[in-house]
Structure formats: structure tokens, C-alpha cells
DNA sequence: GATGAATGAGAGTTCATTCAT
DNA sequence: CATGAATGAACTCTCATTCAT
């Protein structure tokens, strides 16, 4: 046991092992700094059969983000609990959410800082993924304002500006505590559990969206307009 | 009279124009498509003059993440009203946060896009800039909770998670809403002001926060350990 | 019964489908832009057998051209009348030469435009060829003479001149026909009979040379030393 | 006095020093097998100097064949003499084309092996030079047999063939004389001058086109149709 | 001070060619 | 026999960088 050097592999093992080379020379150097020798010999393969296999690096650079990004909305998919209520729901994706990027690292750093980076062909995968997540974010949002029987309305602009703003909350933090465990290079740092994490977002978010669907708004001069009149002023 | 090829200029000026001829090229093409030529022809100086002035093209790239970073953290500090409550400083220091990231897109771009996904010498720049505006929202955070009579404590480490989500969900929208006005490419497109977007985040963050000092905690439940069942005094 | 998809086919077979292959490949893309994969692909075989067959590109290409010379000038002397006079057998064999190369204008092109067009392995096995037919013309002009009770001698050097202006003549023709050909996409154009082609040929030549023979030289001041008019008898 | 290393030359004198070696080595080589560092390094010059100044290698090749066959067509109208009779002006013409010829080896086989076996952009630029020449040659035909008093006429389609075949026999006696003397390495070879050669295509030309202008014609059994009607033979 | 001329180093890409099955 | 897997070597092209004027 124990890959002495793994020659002649089918086709389909040795092109997940260059998209596993890939992703994580994308991720440590960035798109433009990581030549294709790189990537080959981090695979383990000349880079004429990198070629074979994938093309182009343009080619391999989208099949990357494509394979990733599809890992990730499954691995959020599969994390969300069905038919229970949204603020459950969106606690249960963040979870998800926060568990897969802390166990794939790289693939999260290709696509939340090479992507978005490169033109066209690149960046459109990216952004399309990340609108599915706001969208299914806005869902859960327009749901637990119906649950709470809101108050006043919530603009559909709003909402988009809220689960924007909650998806960045996300991705920032998911950042954090990546960097904060890759540079503890010394091993086991203590890395907050994706449970954790997720925790921490529901406690900035949910709180405060309650709020909101109960009517209350902040303005300059503090909290206004909570359902109880007792809330104006400080 | 009257400047005909604006010949023979000043070292300090000349430098100026290329900072900002290089700040439009990096955010256009990235880092490592601009290409030095490019930058010169923008500027409207011959290459070794570049060379001359800014050494190389990461010292130009670093001089420009620098320039862009103090001057988008003096923005931010010059708008932070001093001596008030600490939401109204958050709501001040994030209007003065989106006006400038408005006003000069490209800096953002180049500090948000490109300074992030390439390695050590830019990263750490900009990490220490982000590190500046993280550790002043955390200032406030804890300002607040004192403000509030805080019950319970928020431990330190909830405390920067909560900043760096905030800071997270600023930048999420701050792009958005960039995006959102770049590719309404027809003219005039309802661009939501600085004022706006900062009311946005307050009202995503503030009531939360609001309640979080109160001592009220998010569990699968539901909300929870409210401090009274709906004493929401301060 | 029906060859389903020509399997093992003996060895002779095959290797006369991969150059039939080979000379249609290294026609239409030239030497160096012919790939081993569209040869052995359009041959309906794998690459290496191609290798095990033919050895290499060189050798490929080698082959290749030995097949189409040897065919060219086996096509030649098959059309050649013997016994008549020089000027019926060189007519019979402008026939044959102008009715091979349109039944094989790939096998042509190949020795024409491609042979001639690369290092010596190949250009001396083309120039070879060309050499045998040029030693038939300017035997035939030589008998010609003769057959005419020359007048004055044809220096030697005059007459492999002569030859060489006949068979390059043949060779423009023949590619002008053929591109003619091919050019009339809009289909049935008038293909010019190899007999129209070798007879055009024969005007242009044999008249002229009539005259040579007969003592006639062309002079800045016209022709002179013509049979009568002037007196040239022997 | 001597190049020592010529340093520091003005573009368009570098430009022709560039263009110099890349006729002598596409000749050489061919198209496809000549490399661009091979051409630089004839030139003297590093690689990236010479793609700065003719962009790529298409590029280089194109220029260098516009320049030879520009060059060789502007010797060849140089070399008419205007307003002599048709065979005159042939005369000189074809003395200019052999002198050009031969006295740029490299430039001729570029135009007349490499260029015209490589795709559309290549083969047509010489196409049109060539076609130039047919042009001019077939109006000397056409104008020597109204001096002649042309009997009988000719096809318009008979005076195009045999334009064909007049400067495919002149293209050959060109690269036979040159390959001639190429060969004889030893220093100076008995190299026919090119009035000695430019006599021989007259002589192989004139006398006939002479005949055929009086209303002789080969067939089958001989010359016939002379004007005199002593040529009937056997 | 300012620039046209020039290059070392390296990137992406392709291809003829060979094993091992 | 026949082939999928794999590569060494070379090629075109680009770019940051530096002299010499």
C-alpha cells in the first residue's frame, strides 16, 4: 500500500487528480501566477497529458470553478433541513456552508478571490452560484417575515440589500477563520466549529431581522417605530 | 500660457498620474494582465520614467494599494462624528465607507479584487488596513454594549466575529451596489446614495445588536433569554 | 458477410491505406502542419500502428513520395508510343503526364509543392524523378534533331536547357489546369482533356522546336537564319 | 570601419537586417521548419526585437514576401525595354527576371517553393505577382501575332495556356541555373548569365510562337497547316 | 529629464514518439 | 494485433526591465 507512483491511471482518476492540483495552485498562487508546470507537476503528470485532458488552462480554470462551485451548492443543499422554519433552515445552511469551506479550503479561495477576478467566462460562473444563494437567503427572508406576520413591509429591494449584506457577512467570515487556521501552521489552532460559526451569524442576523419584521427601523436618532410604542427614544 | 503637452512637470505631480493612470489599468485588467507599457501609454509618459519614479511593478502596485488604503481609511475616519453614540459613529463611519467606495471605484476594486488574490507583499497590506477598520467597529461594538448596560457579556471572541461579519456584509453591499450601477449601462440608473446603503446596514445590524446587549441569544429554538419577555428597555 | 469494420486486414492493405491517407493529409495541410493523429485517423487506425508500419513522420512522408513518383513516371512510360517518331511519343507522353496528375492531384501536390519544399531527404528523392523525365525529353529532343537532319548542332548544354524550359512548361500547366479545376466550385467546368492540355503543349513546343532544328535562331533583331527566305541550307 | 557588433541601429535599418535573414532562412528551411529564434540569431538580434517590430511570425513572412516579389517584379519592368517590338520587350524582360533571379537565390525560392504551399494569405500575394506577370506576357503574345499578321487566330484560352507554360519554363530554366550553381560549392562555377539563359527561352519560345502565329499547328502526324502548304509531311 | 532600442526569462501550447496493457 | 496513457523537446509569443543616447 501506499501510491509508490501511480503510473498508467484511467483517464477519469488522473483528471480529478490535476483538478485537485488545480485547485490548490489557483488558490495558493492566483490565476496568472500559476503556470501550467506547476499545476502538471503537482499532479504528478508531465504537462502535455494536463493538456490532453483539459485543453487549455482557461479550459481547466473553468472546470475548476465549475467543479467547486457545484460542490459547494450541493454541500449547502444537503445541509439545509427541510420543512422546518426558516430561521432553523438558514441556521442549518450556514452550517453547511461554513463546514464545507472550512474542509475545502482551496476550492473556497478559488472561487471567492480568483474567480471574481478574471473576465468574463469566469467571473459569470461565479456569480451565478452566488445568486442562487442570495436567492434562496431572500426566500428564507420573505418566509420568516411571514412567519413573524410582519409588520409594515419589508421592500423587495430591502430584502435583496439584506441577504446581500448576509451573504457577505458569510463569506467574511468564513475567511476569517480559514486565515486564522492556515496561519496557525503549528497544527491544531483552535478552529471554531462550523456550528460555531454559524452560530455567530444567527446571533448578528436573526436577532436583528426580528426586529425588523416587527416593524422597528433604526434611524439617526436611534431604534423607531418598534410595534411597542415604548421602543422611540433612547 | 495654457498647458499644450504639460511638459516638464513636477516629480511629485508626475508621480500622482501615474498612480492614478496604474489604479484604472489594475482594476480594469487585474494585476497581472496590466502590463507596465500599458500603464506608461495611460499615464502619458514614456516606460523608464515609471521605472525612474516607482522602481518596479510591485513597488507601483504596493504604492498604489497604500495610497488607496490610507485614503479610504481617512475618508472613513473623516467621517466618523466624533463624541456621539456609538451607532450614530457606525452610521456616520459607513456613509462616509459607501460615499468613497462610490466615488472611487477603481481604488476599491483594486483594494477589494486584486490586492486580496495576490500573495504576501499585497495581501498583508490590505489586511492591515481591513484589521484597522475591524478592530474600530469592534471599539463600538463593545461602546455599545456598555452604552446598553450590557447583560451577560459578549466574549471577546463573539465581539470580533461580529465585527468582521459587519465588515463583511459593508463590502458585499458596497460591490452590489457598485455592479448593480455599472451595468445599468442605460443612462441614468437609480444608484442608491451612500445614505441609503448606510441605513440598509444599520437596520441589518443595529436592531440585532440591540438585542445581542440585551442579552437575547439565538438558539435552534428560537430566540431566546430575552432579558424580560418583552422589556425591551434599555 | 460485408466488411462491418474492416478488421484485420493483412498488413500490405493497411499500409497502402494509411498513405493513400498520408498523401491526401500532406496535400491539403503541408508537411509540417500534417499531424500523425489526423494521418493515422483519417487512415481509420491508431497512431502507433502507424509508427509500427511506417516507422516515422520522415519515413512516412519518404514512402509517400517514392509511391506518387514512381506511379507518375510508371504512368509516363506506360503512355509513351514506342517506335513512332520523337514528336508522337513525346505527345503520348504529355498525354499520360497531364492525365495522371489530374486523375492524382494530391499524389501532385504532394510531389510538386510539398517535396520539393523541405530538406534534402526529400527534395533529392523528388529531384530524382524529375531528372529521369527530363533525361526522356532530352533524348527525345535529341532524336528530334536527328529525325530533322539537324542543322548546326544543339550544343549539348542547349539542349538540357531546352528540356528543362519543356518540362517546367508541362508542370504549369498542369498545375494551372488543376487549380482551374478546383476553383470552379460552381460545379461541371470545363476540364481541359489531357489531350487539349498535352496538345497545347505540343503547339507551344514542337513548332518552335521545328524551327531550332531546322537551323532557325531567335536573335534581338528577330529570328534569323531561316531555311529559305534567307538561305540557311545546310 | 568593420561592424564590430553594431549596437543601437535605427529601427528601419534593423527592420531590412531582420527581413535579410528571414528570406535566407525561410529559404533555407521552409516556412514551418524555420523558427523564429533561427531568424533572430541570423539577424543578430534577440527574439523579442524582432516580434516588437514585425509582430508575429505570419506577419514576418508576409512582409518578407511582399518585399521580394515587389522587388522581382519591379526589376522585371525595369528591365523591359518600352517601345520595341513584342520579342524584344520579352527579351529584356527575361533577361531581368534571370538576372533577378539570380542574383537573389533566396528570395526567389521563398516566393516560388515556400510561399505558394502555405494557406490563403501567403499564396495569394503571390498568386497576384505571378498573375501580373501572365498578364504582361500574354499581351506580348497577343501583340506579336498582330505583328505578325497573326493567320488564323488564337483562342483567347490557347494565348492564356501558353502564357502558363512560358513562365512555368522560365520558372524552371531559373531554379535549374540557380541549383546549378548552388551546387558547384567550390567557388565559380560556369553560371550562365542570364542573357545566355533568357536566349535559350527565346529560342525555345519565339521560333514556335512564330509558326503558330503563321497558322502552324502540331497535330498527330506532324506540323501542318503552314502557310505554304509545303508542310503537310507524311 | 526623457526616451527609443534592446533583451533574459519564462509562459502557454503542440507534436512526434513510446510504453504497458 | 491494437490501443489508451504518457512525455521530452521545441515553438511562438509576451513582459518586466535596462541601457545609451
Same mark, same amino acid.
Given at each position: 500500500?501506499?501510491? %509508490?507512483?501511480?503510473?498508467?491511471?484511467?483517464?477519469?482518476? &488522473?483528471? *480529478?487528480? +490535476?483538478?485537485?492540483?488545480?485547485?490548490? $495552485?489557483?488558490?495558493? &498562487?492566483?490565476? #496568472?501566477?500559476?503556470? +501550467?508546470?506547476?499545476?502538471?507537476?503537482?499532479?504528478?503528470?508531465?504537462? =502535455?497529458?494536463?493538456?490532453?485532458?483539459?485543453?487549455?488552462?482557461?479550459?481547466?480554470?473553468?472546470?475548476?470553478?465549475?467543479?467547486?462551485?457545484? /460542490?459547494? %451548492?450541493? /454541500?449547502?443543499?444537503?445541509?439545509?433541513?427541510?420543512?422546518?422554519?426558516?430561521?432553523? *433552515?438558514?441556521?442549518?445552511?450556514?452550517?453547511?456552508?461554513?463546514? @464545507?469551506? /472550512?474542509? @475545502?479550503?482551496?476550492?473556497?479561495?478559488?472561487?471567492?478571490? *480568483?474567480?471574481?477576478? @478574471?473576465?468574463? =467566462?469566469?467571473?459569470?460562473?461565479? /456569480?451565478?452560484?452566488?445568486?442562487?444563494?442570495?436567492?434562496?437567503?431572500?426566500?428564507?427572508?420573505?418566509?420568516?417575515?411571514?412567519?413573524?406576520?410582519?409588520?409594515?413591509?419589508?421592500?423587495?429591494?430591502? %430584502?435583496?440589500?439584506?441577504?446581500?449584506?448576509? %451573504?457577505?457577512?458569510?463569506?467574511?467570515?468564513?475567511?476569517?477563520?480559514?486565515?486564522?487556521?492556515?496561519?496557525?501552521?503549528?497544527?491544531? &489552532?483552535? @478552529? =471554531?466549529?462550523?456550528?460555531?460559526?454559524?452560530? $455567530? +451569524?444567527?446571533?448578528?442576523?436573526?436577532?436583528?431581522?426580528?426586529?425588523?419584521?416587527?416593524?422597528?427601523?433604526?434611524?439617526?436618532?436611534?431604534?423607531?417605530?418598534? *410595534?411597542? #410604542?415604548?421602543?422611540?427614544?433612547?
Amino acid at each position: 500500500m501506499g501510491a %509508490v507512483k501511480s503510473k498508467r491511471v484511467p483517464r477519469a482518476v &488522473r483528471e *480529478q487528480q +490535476m483538478l485537485d492540483a488545480a485547485v490548490l $495552485t489557483f488558490a495558493r &498562487r492566483g490565476y #496568472a501566477a500559476a503556470s +501550467m508546470d506547476e499545476i502538471a507537476e503537482a499532479a504528478g503528470v508531465s504537462k =502535455p497529458l494536463v493538456y490532453l485532458y483539459l485543453n487549455s488552462k482557461e479550459d481547466l480554470f473553468s472546470t475548476v470553478i465549475r467543479r467547486e462551485s457545484e /460542490a459547494l %451548492v450541493a /454541500a449547502v443543499a444537503a445541509a439545509v433541513e427541510p420543512g422546518v422554519t426558516a430561521d432553523r *433552515q438558514l441556521w442549518s445552511g450556514l452550517k453547511g456552508f461554513f463546514a @464545507h469551506t /472550512a474542509a @475545502h479550503p482551496a476550492g473556497w479561495a478559488v472561487l471567492h478571490q *480568483q474567480a471574481r477576478t @478574471h473576465g468574463e =467566462p469566469f467571473a459569470r460562473e461565479v /456569480a451565478m452560484m452566488r445568486a442562487e444563494i442570495v436567492a434562496f437567503v431572500t426566500e428564507l427572508i420573505g418566509a420568516a417575515a411571514k412567519e413573524a406576520g410582519c409588520v409594515g413591509e419589508l421592500a423587495e429591494r430591502e %430584502v435583496a440589500g439584506l441577504a446581500h449584506a448576509l %451573504v457577505g457577512a458569510a463569506e467574511s467570515l468564513a475567511e476569517w477563520v480559514n486565515v486564522r487556521t492556515d496561519e496557525g501552521a503549528s497544527g491544531e &489552532r483552535e @478552529h =471554531p466549529s462550523a456550528k460555531d460559526t454559524a452560530s $455567530t +451569524m444567527m446571533n448578528f442576523v436573526w436577532a436583528g431581522l426580528g426586529r425588523l419584521t416587527e416593524g422597528g427601523r433604526w434611524a439617526p436618532g436611534g431604534l423607531v417605530g418598534q *410595534q411597542s #410604542a415604548s421602543g422611540a427614544r433612547r
